[in-house]
């Protein structure tokens, strides 16, 4: 039998996909054979294929950060899960695909009445948002916030943990998406048309208290410059070759010694532990299950039609994630 999956085979557009069959081999020691049920599409999957990011991995590889299924096989020693659980993983590669070889240390359980569509968003960006929110900035009730890239993957999980925690928020979008944020209790500011630092400064002379940003380090002197006093600066956007890395790397510890009271952190999923993955992604499974939080899903497409997902999140047109699912699931 084989399966399928997507591959880059160079760097560049999507001409650069293509779908190849592999062998549904066995499971090895310690393995648990998944066939993907869900399967976001970030940036990140987009960045690599395109070569925006400092560290590629080398071509041909599969992209797809993250992952829902279900256990279809299990390798000798495997003692966790069993066939016909649903698991999820934070991949990094590998995820677009029907079936995916993992170690069964990698695998988070996953109710199975939640929809997978929504509940894989939790793996990437609800976690993203949800750490970023509660462990590196420790928010607590009427703090007050901006998120930069508010309509997106992350920023809209950052605007419905926000409205849980109680935050005042305001978000940067275009004018197109500005219903979304005031749906979720955020002000938007249309960065396209508005100066936001003119904007916050003149609703809040104190300074607020927090900054998210997932986008460029252009945005370090502005979002500094709406802080308050001892607030602080969340940088999470990936940077898009070893230079800009070594810029960013060197403005974080530049701004970080300036005696203004104001502090630069930075937050990737690569530095995290999968021990604390898992903890917050049990906390959002029940938020989900209890309905407290929601993912939007922008659009849903067949995994074997990944490169739809792709131009579709790289136009910036989406509100939201866009979802590769098995055919069942559309
Ligand atoms: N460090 C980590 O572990 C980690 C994990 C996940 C994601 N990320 C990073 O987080 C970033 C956002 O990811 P995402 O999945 O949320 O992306 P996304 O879903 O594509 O959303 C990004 C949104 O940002 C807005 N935007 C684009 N350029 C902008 C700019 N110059 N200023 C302000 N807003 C802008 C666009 O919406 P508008 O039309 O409203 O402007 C766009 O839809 C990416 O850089 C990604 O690599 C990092």
């Known amino acids: 039998m084989t399966y399928k999956s997507i591959v880059v085979t160079k760097r560049g557009g999507l001409d650069a996909l293509q779908i190849i069959d592999n062998e549904l081999r066995d ?3 310690g393995e648990v ?10 940036q990140d999957d987009i960045a690599v294929r395109v070569g925006n990011r400092p560290f590629l991995a080398k071509v041909p590889f599969v992209p797809g950060y993250s992952i829902l299924g279900v256990v ?10 069993v066939t016909g659980d649903f698991v999820a993983a934070l991949t990094n590669f590998g995820g677009h695909a029907e079936y995916i070889f993992l170690a069964e240390d990698q695998l988070v359980k996953v109710p199975s009445n939640l929809d997978p569509a929504e509940a894989v968003v939790l793996i990437l960006n609800f976690l993203v948002a949800y750490q970023i929110l509660h ?8 703090d007050r916030v901006l998120i930069i890239g508010a309509s997106g993957g992350v920023g809209t999980a950052f605007l419905q943990l926000g ?14 998406k500005r219903s979304t944020l005031t749906q979720l209790d955020a002000i938007p500011i249309d960065y396209h048309t508005q100066d936001f630092v003119e904007v916050i400064q003149q609703s809040e ?22 802080l308050r006093r001892g607030g602080a600066f969340v940088h999470y ?3 898009e070759s070893f230079l800009r890395f070594l810029l960013l790397a060197g403005k974080l510890i530049l701004y970080n010694l300036l005696p203004n009271g104001k502090s630069i952190k930075g937050y990737g999923t690569h530095r995290g532990a999968t021990s604390s993955f898992k903890r917050d992604w049990g906390i959002l499974f029940k938020l989900l299950e209890d309905g407290k939080i929601k993912p939007i899903i922008a659009e849903k497409f067949p995994i074997l039609e990944a490169a739809k ?10 509100i939201g994630n866009v979802v590769l699912v098995t055919p069942e699931l559309l």
């Open 237 to 239: 956007g990936g940077p």
């Open 135 to 142: 462990q590196v900035a420790g928010v607590k009730p009427g």
């Open 33 to 42: 054979r998944i066939r993907i049920l869900a399967t976001p599409v970030c």
């Open 205 to 226: 002379p104190d300074g607020i208290d927090f900054v998210f940003n997932g986008m460029g380090d252009d945005y370090f002197e502005r979002g500094l410059a709406v």
């Open 72 to 81: 279809n096989a299990i390798g000798e020693g495997v003692t966790n899960v």
């Open 27 to 29: 499971p090895l020691v």
């Open 309 to 318: 997902g792709y131009a579709l999140l790289e136009s910036g047109q989406v």
């Open 163 to 176: 409205k849980l925690a109680s935050l005042k928020m305001y978000g940067l979008a275009s004018a197109s």
